[in-house]
Structures are given as structure tokens and as C-alpha cells.
């Protein structure tokens, strides 16, 4: 069975510090895993997804994650926070399945301090 | 922005009643899901349909059913709303390829009392 482990349910951080949001996942077969976010009050949307054509993946906003297959992680980095930055996060991984079904990390808050 | 949006975008109900929601897309994709928001959960499976009249159940169906008579809509159904089902729940809708991007639907708040 495929898992996601998000490490942190709260991150906060200063503004032009580095973000580092942790996501280790558990399968038994090659993995697609995708970082979503959610700003108040809305839905998810894709930050950044692997699909195993590279392991280092760089989306939207800034944000880029590793793929290491040796630590079973799937790591978000961002260099410099911003204040709209300040959301929730969410790691998943794609059921092997019918359908690519999403099973979801737990989740991370992240603040922002001026 | 994908075409998803739910109705109603927020709920107040009594336990023991009956409650609908309804997702409609204008993408045209095959696949759509119910996930439904709880802290410390994240976002857990309800059902999907992987076409019209084609629905499976998800991690937590329990005390849930689902519709598709259209390719457009896709709809949620409390049977007997409890208020352990106050939640948050998210439509998505993705065309079912295992690397493919799902979109999700701005959500609907249900509280049940």
C-alpha cells in the first residue's frame, strides 16, 4: 500500500528565509508524487508534480522539490519566503490504481512573520 | 482556472437528514472525485466515477452514495447526515492517467448539528 508521511504539521518561518517543507512517502512501486497548495478559504492547486522524467522539479511561485528514492522523500524548498506564501501544503501520491486516485499527507501549515 | 464548481458552497444541517452536493465540470474530463477535509487528515478518498453511471468507493464511503447521470456532474449524497460528516469536501476531476494533474473545485462546507 502507497503512504504519505508529512513531517510538521506547522512551519513557520521569517520572510526572505528558506521554506523546507518535508514529505516522505512509502510504495512498493515508482512513485508520482505531487505538492499541492491551499490558500484560506479556496481549493488545492498544483504546485509542482514528478513524474519521473527529472528528480529535481521546479513549479510555480518558486517552489522546486527533490525526488530521492534512497530516502523515500519528496522534499518542497523554496529559497526566500514571501508573506503570500502563508498557506497549507500538501504532499500526495498517485494510486497505481484505476483512476490515479490521490492519497494525501496530512498536511502543513505554513506562517509567514514579517 | 479548471471549470469545477460545487454547490452549495456552504451547509447547515440537522443530523438524521438527508443532504446533496453536486459538482459540475465543463472540461469534459473522464474522472471526478469526492474528497472530504478534516485537520490532521488531509484530504481522504469518498468516491469516484470513472465515467457516467461508473462510480467506485473511496478509502471512507461510509454513510455516502454518488451519482453521475451526465459527464458534468457528479453528485455527493448524505443518506443520513451525522455529525461526524461536518467537513470540508472537495470535488476534483482529472482525465484518470496516473501521472495526470487532478483540479479541485473551490469545496463546500457542511456543518451537520
Known amino acids: 500500500a502507497q503512504s504519505v508521511t508529512q513531517l510538521g504539521s506547522h512551519v513557520s518561518v521569517s520572510e526572505g528565509a528558506l521554506v523546507l517543507l518535508r514529505c516522505n512517502y512509502s510504495?512498493?512501486?515508482?512513485?508520482?508524487l505531487f505538492w499541492y497548495v491551499q490558500y484560506p478559504n479556496q481549493g488545492l492547486q498544483l504546485l509542482l508534480k514528478?513524474?519521473?522524467?527529472?528528480?529535481l522539479v521546479k513549479g510555480i511561485n518558486g517552489f522546486e522539490a527533490e525526488f530521492k528514492k534512497s530516502e523515500t522523500s519528496f522534499h518542497l524548498t523554496k529559497p526566500s519566503a514571501h508573506m503570500s506564501d502563508a498557506a497549507e501544503y500538501f504532499c500526495?501520491?498517485?494510486?497505481?490504481?484505476?483512476?490515479?486516485?490521490?492519497?494525501f499527507g496530512q498536511g502543513t501549515e505554513l506562517s509567514v512573520k514579517p | 482556472d479548471a471549470g469545477i464548481t460545487q454547490s452549495p458552497r456552504h451547509k447547515v444541517t440537522e443530523t438524521g437528514t438527508p443532504v446533496t452536493l453536486r459538482c459540475h465540470q465543463t472540461?469534459?474530463?473522464?474522472?471526478m472525485y469526492w474528497y472530504r477535509q478534516d485537520p490532521g487528515h488531509g484530504l481522504r478518498l469518498i468516491h469516484y466515477?470513472?465515467?457516467?453511471?461508473?462510480?467506485d468507493k473511496g478509502e471512507v464511503s461510509d454513510g455516502y452514495s454518488v451519482s453521475r447521470s451526465k459527464t458534468e456532474d457528479f453528485l455527493l449524497t448524505l443518506e443520513s447526515a451525522t455529525s461526524s460528516q461536518t467537513s470540508v469536501y472537495f470535488c476534483?476531476?482529472?482525465?484518470?492517467?496516473?501521472?495526470?494533474?487532478?483540479?479541485f473545485g473551490p469545496g463546500t462546507r457542511l456543518l451537520v448539528l
Open positions: 510504495s512498493s512501486v515508482p512513485p508520482y
Open positions: 472540461e469534459n474530463h473522464r474522472y
Open positions: 466515477s470513472y465515467g457516467v453511471k461508473d462510480t
Open positions: 476534483a476531476i482529472s482525465g484518470g492517467q496516473i501521472q495526470e494533474t487532478q483540479y
Open positions: 500526495a501520491v498517485s494510486t497505481y490504481n484505476q483512476g490515479g486516485k490521490l492519497i
Open positions: 514528478y513524474t519521473s522524467a527529472a528528480t
